[in-house]
């Protein structure tokens, strides 16, 4: 396999296994020394197997389950496995001196909790390292304060074949939350193609529709920029081992312009359910960009720009991974009112919650909910004192006779004011005459036509019952 997509990969979608070597201790420095390398050695072209690490005189072998591995190419690329996740960077050497940048891993979860301190202590260890010692057999990387060495003993030749690429960047995560399901996942996805760069939202749900259709030209044809400088084939791989992404995004997106641009974040969150049938979580943030700019390739469509996700812990309280996503995005200090899209809409209908603008709230309605007069809306909100909403995407869309629907699967969290914080999923439906159709309002806004929500059981999978919310509507 050509040794930079062995090491490059999107997310998590790819582990890199090495072979185990009996452990050898080789020899080692006193702390801050340097020995010249072996006459004629260079780190070009070599593999290494990591055999102890840690504090000299002290060190602690490797777990022999999870070996680590290190490569270095003629092209200054490095890589290798750090027993769950690859890795790679870049480096340079000058007499014993070595000079190691861009250093950065995949998001595999390490489920061994020892193995994924040796990993962190290792990658934390490699990044401080600045000087080596070479022999035969052996090299140690240090770093002049001499509080951690890494001790390697020589593996297989690391030549890289003829057509090997560039390093690519890939955001350092944390151990990822792990769920093992009973269900095989959906292997093709029902219904017609969602394609719409018309809101960076709807980017985002198309992103993951291609994903989950195995189209992965489209799925690339998405980012302004091949993500993390990947090749096709190599975002291609990073998908290997996928079945399913689920999506789910806190609405709205968090826009704001810069140098004839428009930049939205989307505060994600992502569940990827591999072949084995094993789901890990990731939340973080989804930068899309809108050129304004009349020459522009694609103007007024939007692609995505940047991704930084990170696996979240075992524990994580979901709601709240997604209130942190974006935490460089602009608050709304203002109301949100915005009926362009049945997204936009709920998020509308949410702040107004939130603000406790209840006539805008319910002015959102078709109908009134329930034949409920205001007064009575109202005071169906007397003990809530906040509400958090995610969306699971893409939404369901439906027309007919000049008429277009919006099945929102939605998951709210209404914290009450005794502290209590009730979990509530089920199915929104947006609706709006069919704007092109004659004598219909030409502005599109969309309004709330009906929801069906109920308390989720304790002992429930919001996820599970996100996916089954809006099949029914």
């Not at 777990?63 to 290190?70: A, G, K, S, W």
């Not at 304004?292 to 812990?313: E, F, I, M, S």
Request: glycine share 6%.
């Amino acid at each position: 396999m050509n040794f930079v997509r062995r090491l490059y990969l999107l997310l998590s979608f790819l582990l890199i296994t090495a072979a185990c070597t009996p452990i050898i201790v080789p020899p080692t420095a006193a702390p801050g020394s340097t020995a010249p390398a072996a006459a004629g050695e260079s780190l070009e072209n070599t593999a290494w197997q990591l055999v102890s690490f840690g504090v000299t005189g002290a060190e602690t072998p490797v777990l022999p389950e999870f070996p680590i591995t290190l490569m270095f190419s003629a092209d200054g690329s490095l890589g290798g496995s750090g027993g769950c996740n690859s890795y790679g960077g870049e480096y340079q050497t000058q007499e014993n001196t070595l000079t190691l940048s861009k250093i950065v891993s995949t998001l595999r979860a390490c489920v061994d909790e020892p193995a994924n301190q040796q990993e962190q202590h290792y990658l934390q260890a490699l990044e401080a390292a600045n000087q080596f010692m070479l022999t035969a057999d052996h090299l140690m990387l240090s770093s002049t304060t001499g509080d951690d060495v890494l001790n390697f003993t020589r593996a297989v030749s690391a030549t890289p074949e003829p057509d090997a690429g560039t390093p690519t960047a890939i955001t350092p995560t944390v151990a990822s939350t792990v769920t093992t399901l009973t269900a095989t996942p959906p292997t093709a996805q029902p219904g017609p193609a969602y394609a719409d760069q018309t809101d960076p939202i709807a980017l985002l749900a198309s992103y993951i529709d291609a994903i989950n259709r195995k189209e992965y030209q489209r799925a690339y044809a998405y980012w302004e920029s091949p993500p993390n400088q990947q090749t096709f084939e190599q975002f291609v791989q990073g998908f290997a081992d996928t079945a399913e992404v689920d999506l789910l995004i806190n609405p709205p997106a968090r826009q704001g312009g810069a140098a004839g641009s428009v930049y939205a974040s989307i505060p994600t969150l992502l569940i990827a359910t591999h072949t084995d049938h094993i789901a890990y979580t990731f939340s973080g943030c989804y930068i899309a960009r809108r050129s304004n700019q009349g020459n522009a390739p694609q103007k007024n469509a939007w692609q995505l720009y940047r991704g930084d996700l990170k696996a979240a812990a075992a524990d994580a309280n979901l709601p709240a991974l997604l209130m942190q996503a974006c935490p460089d995005a602009q608050a709304m200090p203002d109301a949100y009112n915005n009926l362009s899209t049945p997204v936009d809409l709920l998020a509308s209908f949410v702040d107004a919650l939130n603000r406790k603008d209840y006539p805008r709230a319910f002015g959102y309605w078709e109908t009134p909910p329930n034949n409920q007069t205001l007064a009575q809306f109202t005071q169906g909100y007397a003990d809530t004192a906040a509400v958090f909403s995610a969306m699971h995407l893409p939404l369901q869309f439906d027309a007919g006779a000049g008429q277009q629907y919006a099945g929102m699967p939605v998951w709210l969290v209404a914290t009450h004011s005794d502290g209590t914080k009730p979990n509530f999923v089920g199915c929104y439906v947006a609706h709006r005459p069919n704007p092109e159709i004659e004598g219909a309002p030409k502005n599109g806004d969309w309004h709330l036509r009906s929801a069906t929500v109920s308390e989720a059981p304790e002992s429930s999978d919001p996820l599970d019952l996100l996916k089954q919310s809006c099949t029914t509507q």
